[in-house]
């Protein structure tokens, strides 16, 4: 289909078979479907682009600042990959389930290599029923007032997780535009003492079923209390009390943050990859 239109983002014809594909597992799927269900289809609004190497069901890829493949074959992948590589690069990484993303990685890794890193086993974890570990009561909404004592947090989060830091190049400007966009959309969570935050939480993508959480952080000085799992179950309450699944992916070799999920009751749905690119 694609040679034949050009090879074009998928458009309004193709909607109800994405929302179909985006449907059939809403964990593992939800950074794409919050953007689709919020914005439909059409690149400029999505963000990015949907891409189909034949059809949109049996093969699926979301190409935007992130490169994001969801369903698709070996063939569909090397289609992915030419398609990649043939214009300029846009994304900053590939993240999604683990097959998909590091099989895509290996055919474009000769034009966008070396990676800056590569996260090959991060399990996908969701929490269905209540939390088991009481949720910190201190936990609350971020307000735009509090941005300025909410950011330094969020860039130590950033540069600890990602091994950047968001405010290079513009001085912070686009990254503290996403923040104030999460809280104006309440899904920036926080506990602040003496006026610093302690614990620091979002929930970086919000579909209609699913809520995955992100950027979970401790102040270093106050680590090994039970703030971090007290505080995700905290936000996993309220992603539940907006009816949807509370999910997050973590690295496998965080060991303490798996331990402290588990202990909320997160289980192992899925495994994802990401490969940070320079």
């Known amino acids: 289909m694609l040679r034949l239109l050009g090879d074009k983002p998928l458009g309004a014809r193709d909607a ?9 597992d809403p964990v593992s799927m939800c950074m794409v479907a919050a953007r689709f269900e919020s914005h439909g289809i059409e690149p400029r609004l999505l963000g990015g682009e949907l891409w189909s190497a034949s059809d949109p069901e049996r ?8 490169m994001i493949p969801l369903r698709g074959s070996p063939d569909d992948l090397s289609h992915f990959a030419d398609r990649a590589v043939a214009n300029a690069r846009i994304c900053s990484s590939i ?5 998909l993303a590091m099989s895509l990685w290996e055919r474009v890794d000769d034009d966008w290599g070396p990676a800056r890193e590569i996260r090959p ?5 969701a929490l269905s029923g209540e939390p088991l570990v009481e949720p910190d009561p201190q936990v609350r909404l971020v307000t735009l007032d509090d941005l300025d004592t909410y950011l330094p947090a969020a860039v130590d989060m950033f540069i600890g997780e990602v091994g950047v830091d968001p405010c290079a190049g513009d001085g912070g400007r686009s990254y503290r535009r996403r923040l104030a966009s999460l809280i104006a959309a309440r899904r920036v969570f926080a506990r602040f003492e003496d006026g610093q935050v302690v614990f620091k939480a979002e929930v ?13 952080w401790v102040d270093p000085c106050m680590r090994g209390r039970g703030l971090g799992a007290a505080g995700t179950a905290a936000v996993a309450s309220a992603i539940a009390a907006r009816g949807r699944v509370p999910s997050l992916y973590v690295n496998s070799f965080n060991l303490p943050a798996r331990a402290a999920y588990e202990r909320i009751g997160f289980t192992q749905v899925g495994t994802f990859a990401t490969i940070l690119i320079d």
């Open 59 to 66: 093969s699926l890829c979301f190409s935007g600042a992130n």
């Open 204 to 216: 970086g993508s919000m579909s209609r079923a699913v809520g995955q959480i992100q950027g979970v």
């Open 95 to 99: 993240v999604g389930e683990s097959g």
């Open 121 to 125: 086993v991060q399990p996908l974890m």
């Open 16 to 24: 109800p078979a994405v929302s179909r594909v985006l449907n059939s």
